[in-house]
Structures are given as structure tokens and as C-alpha cells.
């Protein structure tokens, strides 16, 4: 495993993380038991930073006992704020995170999402709040476009932001990565595999469980995913190339990038 500098935290991370999302069911149910063995893999593999969120419930009550089997002083945790954001509810996400998770802090909190409805500032100045009373020990924004990221940086600094970007969504490239380098900002990209479509697990024949949510997603239907397809046959023939899987080849690709 390698490990890279988080922005200008001055903590070092793994450059590959464990994302619970699967966890929450939206592809399927997960068990106590797999959750754990899966968390204790990565975390043997070297793998320090786990990420959750407030809206992956089932995933923060799943992760709790594999975090306490692994050890909690072993991971840099990440969660986020999923729903409200009014000032008392942001307080109540935190703490509630913090009862699921079975910790007394965590080390990188996000907004999930841009909320048009919620003043940005109020939301950041409430969080701000909560690192002061030592639950959160660094800030951040997700899925946040860079117009959006520049308005957060306005009101306070942001130590990371967590887009999706992989060899499929690059929109990032043009202008939110400059800006992270400018700023020194940590960038802990999301679906960098594109829920599976680049594990080079999948052909134009592929089904997916009704309880599976790729089952409903446009991406994995009709000329979407034919597309996809191409793209992937093409990545099969350069992975074996050079004697890699199709996974490694669209991680490394993402991972070039030293923000």
C-alpha cells in the first residue's frame, strides 16, 4: 500500500480507501459478519481511511464492531452530513455518527451534497462549532462542483473534497483539480471504479438483482452501458499487457494524479 500526505492535514492516508456504501443494501443485502471480514482485509492490506456518511445508516452500525475488532486508532474515519442542515440537526447528525460508529470523534467530516435550500454559511459556521468541541478533527465537501467549492472556501478553509472521477467521469480535470492543487486541498475521489463498471467483471450480457441498484441505473442500460463496454474490452487488452486487471489499470489511472 502507498500512502500520500490528505491536503495540508499533515496526516498521512492510504491512497486506496474503504468506502461503505455497499454496506448500506443498495446492492444487495451485506451481513454482519461479511462487513466485518471485509473491513478487517482491507485494513491488513493496509488500507487507514474509511468513509462512511449519516445517509449510509445501515453502513455506520455495520462498520462499528469491525472498526472496535480492528482497532479505531488504526483508521482515519470519514463520515458525512446526508440531510438536514439546520444548525441543531447538524449537531444531532454528528453526535449520532458518533454513537453508530462507536467513536468519540471523527477525523474528516463532509457536506454530502450541495444544498441550495440551507445558507452555506450557517452550515459551515455550525461545523466549525463542532470541530471546536473536538468531534470533528478536519472539514470537507462532497460532490461539490467547483463553483460550489470556491463558495465554501470563501467562508472557511476545507482541508478535502470527495468527487466522483474516474476514467468514465473526468469533469473534474478542467477546473476542481487545479484548485485543489492551488489550495492545497485533499481530494478522496469517489466511484472510481464506476459502481463496478470498470472491475472488468461485467460483459454486454450482464444482469443485475432487482435489489441491486444497478439494476435501475441509466448507466448500466441500453447504449450507456455498451459504451461502457467498449471502454472496458479496450482497458482489457492494455491490463494484459502489462500484467495487471482492469481494476488496477483504472485505479493507477485515477491515482497519477499526486493531489
Same mark, same amino acid.
Given at each position: ?22 454496506? !448500506?443494501?443498495?446492492?444487495? #443485502?451485506?451481513?454482519?459478519? $461479511?462487513? @466485518?471480514?471485509a473491513l478487517r482485509t482491507a485494513i491488513d492490506g493496509g488500507v487507514t481511511l474509511v468513509d462512511t456518511a449519516q445517509g449510509y445508516y445501515d453502513a ?6 469491525? *472498526? ?8 482515519? /474515519? ?10 441543531? !440537526?447538524?449537531? =444531532? ?6 454513537? =453508530? ?6 477525523? /474528516? ?13 450557517? @452550515?459551515?459556521? @455550525?461545523? #466549525? =462549532? ?20 470556491? !463558495? ?5 478553509p476545507i482541508e478535502a473534497v470527495q468527487p466522483r472521477y474516474s476514467l468514465l467521469v473526468r469533469e473534474i480535470e478542467a477546473e476542481l483539480l487545479p ?8 481530494? *478522496? !475521489?469517489?466511484?472510481? *471504479? ?12 450482464? #444482469?443485475? $438483482?432487482?435489489? $441491486?441498484?444497478?439494476?435501475?441505473? #441509466? ?12 471502454v472496458v474490452e479496450g482497458l482489457r487488452e492494455l491490463a494484459a499487457a502489462r500484467g495487471v486487471t482492469v481494476s488496477q489499470l483504472a485505479l493507477a ?7
Open positions: 500500500m502507498r500512502y500520500r500526505e490528505l491536503g495540508a492535514t499533515g496526516e498521512s492516508v492510504s491512497v486506496i480507501g474503504y468506502g461503505s456504501w455497499p454496506l !448500506a443494501g443498495h446492492m444487495g #443485502a451485506v451481513s454482519q459478519r $461479511d462487513a @466485518t471480514a455506520e452500525l455495520l462498520l462499528a464492531p469491525a *472498526l472496535a475488532e480492528a482497532g479505531r486508532e488504526r483508521v482515519f /474515519l470519514v463520515s458525512k452530513l446526508s440531510r438536514e442542515h439546520e444548525p441543531t !440537526a447538524i449537531e =444531532r447528525a454528528v453526535e449520532a455518527s458518533l454513537r =453508530r460508529l462507536g467513536t468519540d470523534h471523527l477525523d /474528516l467530516y463532509l457536506i454530502h451534497h450541495w444544498r441550495a435550500e440551507y445558507p452555506l454559511e450557517d @452550515t459551515l459556521e @455550525t461545523l #466549525a =462549532r463542532v470541530r471546536e468541541r473536538g468531534l470533528v478533527r478536519f472539514l470537507g465537501v462532497s460532490n461539490f462542483d467547483v463553483a460550489q467549492t470556491r !463558495a465554501a472556501l470563501a467562508v472557511t484548485l485543489c492543487r492551488d489550495r492545497r486541498i485533499g481530494v *478522496l !475521489a469517489h466511484s472510481s *471504479l464506476a459502481k463496478g463498471l470498470l472491475s472488468g467483471r461485467y460483459d454486454r450480457g450482464a #444482469a443485475f $438483482d432487482p435489489a $441491486d441498484e444497478r439494476s435501475r441505473m #441509466a448507466a448500466f442500460e441500453g447504449e450507456a452501458f455498451g459504451r461502457a463496454i467498449d489511472w485515477v491515482l497519477r494524479d499526486p493531489v
